[in-house]
């Protein structure tokens, strides 16, 4: 039926008009983008597993720049213990020609004061070593330690009571022997003391002066013996119990001599040396790098007290030969305690390196995921835009012809 108030063929084609003028103007969109899906309605299941991929991008790039940050750091630390580790062997050399008897008193008070000089720069070292702020090197970056028993190492045991059968061996000044053995307490012993042990003539007798790295020398005055133990060339030589002497009873050092003979062994030496308990560190203020995108995904490290205190080397005396050989030791350790942190360090810094390598491949895989999901395909949306150009066209010319038909009814008015 003609009428002038519904024309069904001009509201279809202007629906079809107005849907490839949507559909154009997405695709148009789309093409200068370069994204797919510009919002939710586009693509909703592509539009969420985008932003989980895009959550992962962007925290796998901030954890390559926490790992390179990180890496920076350990660095300026390593660096630091480098030149510590140097000046500790500047010491080293000074304490060994302090151990010589050649060495003259004043000579040793001059390397006294080359070595406390050392040991204020080391502590320099250890509260100024800083990155952005953080000490690194005084303690503030602690991690938990296990504590460390007390130990007796005999340095040097030279072989007594030698005999003339040829093939027969010898037995050591200091028995090692099981039912022998050097015996320390510990965990109460607080002492880092060296022990020389001196065979000399008594008469017929022969006779062990024991001194300690530890006891006060007057310069130009022969050494004290800290106690001299008797008659060590009777059968079955002699026990020693220095936590009898005073100011050693902590160290519950107990030792035992064997026999020795009085006619080829005076004149030799067994050197002995102790190391305090270290009750080493409970609390825990190791650092964490976040090298990953997710919470957890972290490593962690800590730097002991760099300094002479956490160095256990405060108080280097190379006042006499034996404090010297005393503090050769007490630096040694302290060389390898350094030697430990910076290994590691560098162990650390060598999975940073796998760390930021793992990364970056694993980022450039998000990166070609997120644009499988979100990016547009150009020979698709170029083809796309045709199609809806083509269908714009025809839905208008159709919408002209629907309009030009329904004024056919004026022609029924004349």
């Known amino acids: 039926m003609p009428s002038i108030n519904f024309n069904p063929a001009g509201i279809t084609a202007l629906q079809n008009f107005n849907l490839a003028q949507t559909n154009l103007s997405r695709t148009q969109s789309q093409i ?11 693509d909703p299941a592509a539009l969420a597993t985008s932003q989980r991929l895009t959550a992962q991008k962007n925290g796998v790039g901030v954890g390559i720049e926490n790992s390179k940050a990180a890496d920076k750091m350990l660095s300026t630390a390593d660096k630091a213990l480098s030149n510590m580790q140097d000046i500790m062997q500047s010491m080293r050399q000074l304490a060994v020609k302090a151990s010589n008897d050649a060495t003259t008193d004043a000579d040793r008070t001059n390397y006294q004061k080359q070595i406390n000089d050392y040991r204020k720069e080391l502590d320099r070292i250890a509260r100024d070593t800083k990155y952005k702020e953080r000490h690194l090197l005084n303690g503030d970056m602690k991690d938990t330690a296990a504590a460390k028993d007390a130990t007796a190492t005999v340095l040097t045991n030279i072989a007594v009571n030698e005999s003339s059968i040829q093939g027969t061996a010898a037995t050591n000044l200091i028995s090692e022997l099981t039912n022998h053995a050097v015996t320390i307490s510990k965990a109460g012993n607080n002492l880092d003391v060296t022990f020389q ?41 002699k026990d020693v119990d220095i936590s009898a002497v005073t100011g050693y009873s902590s160290s519950g050092l107990k030792f035992h001599l064997n026999q020795v003979d009085s006619s080829t062994d005076v004149g030799k030496t067994a050197v002995l040396r ?78 940073l390196q796998v760390s930021i390598s793992n990364n970056e491949t694993y980022k450039a895989n998000l990166e070609g995921a997120l644009a499988q999901e979100v990016d547009v395909n150009y020979a698709e949306a170029v083809l796309q835009q045709t199609i809806d150009q083509v269908k714009q066209q025809a839905s208008l010319a159709m919408l002209t012809q629907a309009n030009q038909s329904q004024q056919a009814v004026l022609g029924l008015l004349q």
């Open 32 to 42: 200068a983008t370069g994204k797919r899906v510009q919002n939710a309605q586009d």
């Open 274 to 351: 102790i190391t305090s308990y270290d009750k080493g560190v409970t609390e825990d203020k190791s650092v964490a790098f976040q090298v990953g995108a997710n919470a957890g995904e972290e490593m962690t490290i800590g730097v002991g007290d760099m300094s002479s205190t956490g160095l256990r080397i405060a108080k280097l005396d190379v006042s006499s030969s034996l404090a010297a050989k005393n503090s050769v030791s007490m630096i040694d350790d302290a060389i390898n305690r350094i030697s430990d942190e910076r290994a590691k360090i560098g162990s650390l810094q060598n999975r």
């Open 197 to 237: 042990i001196k065979l000399v003539a008594n008469g017929n007798s022969v006779d062990a002066q024991i001194f300690a790295s530890n006891q006060t020398s007057t310069p130009g005055v022969a050494a004290t013996p800290l106690t001299t133990i008797s008659g060590v060339n009777v059968s079955g030589g």
